[in-house]
């Protein structure tokens, strides 16, 4: 069974950083494109930052030279380094990655900022 499995959210205060994974189990496939999203209550889930198989990365706007999005293939991760957090970052991040032919969702990890 495969399974994406986000970590390394938390409670940081307006400023600091945190570094997200996304590892991928239960597969011997690679991940191909993958993204990062966020959702707050009362909200649709958005957009944060994507990356392709070639490595094209993409970013939301309110995100752009804060956070990085990268991947380490031999591990089968996808990350996500957020620099600069600020309180309106705070949401539950999720994961979500094309491998083979099938898209998944991770479960989400909750980041929380503080001012």
């Known amino acids: 069974q495969v399974q994406l499995v986000e970590s390394g959210g938390g409670l940081v205060q307006a400023g600091e950083s945190l570094r997200l994974s996304c590892a991928a189990s239960g597969t011997i496939f690679s991940i191909k494109n993958a993204g990062w999203y966020r959702q707050v209550p009362g909200k649709q889930r958005e957009s944060v930052a994507t990356i392709t198989n070639g490595g094209t990365t993409n970013y939301a706007d309110s995100v752009k030279g804060r956070f990085t999005i990268s991947r380490d293939s031999t591990k089968n991760t996808v990350y996500l380094q957020m620099n600069s957090l600020k309180p309106e970052d705070t949401a539950v991040y999720y994961c979500?990655?094309?491998?083979?032919?099938?898209?998944?969702w991770g479960r989400g990890t909750q980041v929380t900022v503080s001012s």
């Open positions: 979500n990655a094309l491998i083979y032919v099938t898209n998944y």
